[in-house]
Structures are given as structure tokens and as C-alpha cells.
């Protein structure tokens, strides 16, 4: 009777060990993630569309918007945008390559460009989705 107690106390802690073991190494980074650099290249902050710079500009604004990101200054004139994500400011602008070809530039204020490219990667791809519709 007393060796069954043990067993069961005895099964009961392998499969404790083994739900801890198991939840301490599937929580850690694998090679593919620690492979990817936590900086962001200046190329890939600058998009090109079809598309004049006014409108542009305003698509600009209407994606910042959409992903929820405090809007701290907009000026027309000059084209571009201030607004903070995750605690980071970003400056968007807008520039004329040509008459059906603009730049947009999303780059971070303090210059450093260690931050998650998913902040600007959705602006980007909001702008392209209504661009595309």
C-alpha cells in the first residue's frame, strides 16, 4: 500500500519535472530569431509609389491613423508627419519624385534605428493596401 503512494507521488514529480523542463526550453529564442538584426536599415525606411505627393501625403496620414499612432504634428506645406509609436517618435515625409511618383521616408527621430520594423512596415503596407483598392 505504501509503495503505491510512492509510485504515484514518484510519477507525479517525473511528470512536474517534465512539464517545467519542457516549458523552460520552448520558451527560449531559437537561431532563427536571434539571427535577425534588432536594427533597421535606412533603405528599407523609404518607399517609392505611384502616386502623386497630396495624396500620398494623406493616405500617409490616414494609415498613421489606422495603426493607432499618436499623431504630435502635421505640417501640409512641407510635407511630413510626426508621430510616436511604443513610446518612439517617428518623422514621415513626403516628397515629389515626379509628377505619378512619390517618396514616402518613415525614420526615427533620435536617429537610432534600433527599434521593431513592424512600426513602419504597417504604415507602408496600409498606404499600398489603399493604394491598390
Known amino acids: 500500500m505504501i509503495i503505491k503512494y510512492f509510485l504515484v507521488i514518484f510519477l507525479f514529480l517525473i511528470c512536474l519535472f517534465l512539464n517545467i523542463h519542457h ?3 520552448s520558451n527560449s529564442p531559437g537561431v532563427q530569431n536571434s539571427a535577425v538584426s534588432p536594427y533597421v536599415n535606412y533603405n528599407d525606411c523609404i518607399k517609392n509609389y505611384k ?3 497630396e495624396s500620398l501625403f ?3 496620414l490616414s494609415s498613421i491613423s489606422n495603426a493607432k499612432y499618436k499623431i504630435l504634428e502635421i505640417q501640409t506645406r512641407s510635407g511630413y508627419i510626426l508621430f ?3 513610446g518612439r517618435e517617428f518623422l514621415a515625409q513626403v516628397v ?3 509628377d ?3 517618396e514616402l521616408k518613415i525614420t526615427p527621430q533620435n536617429n537610432s534605428y534600433k527599434f ?3 512600426l513602419i512596415y504597417k504604415v507602408f ?3 499600398a493596401f489603399n493604394l491598390s483598392n
Do not use: P, R
Open 51 to 53: 502616386i502623386d505627393e
Open 116 to 118: 521593431d520594423y513592424n
Open 125 to 127: 503596407e496600409d498606404v
Open 100 to 102: 505619378n511618383l512619390s
Open 23 to 25: 516549458k523552460a526550453y
Open 58 to 60: 494623406y493616405l500617409t
Open 84 to 86: 510616436s509609436a511604443y
Open 96 to 98: 515629389k519624385v515626379n
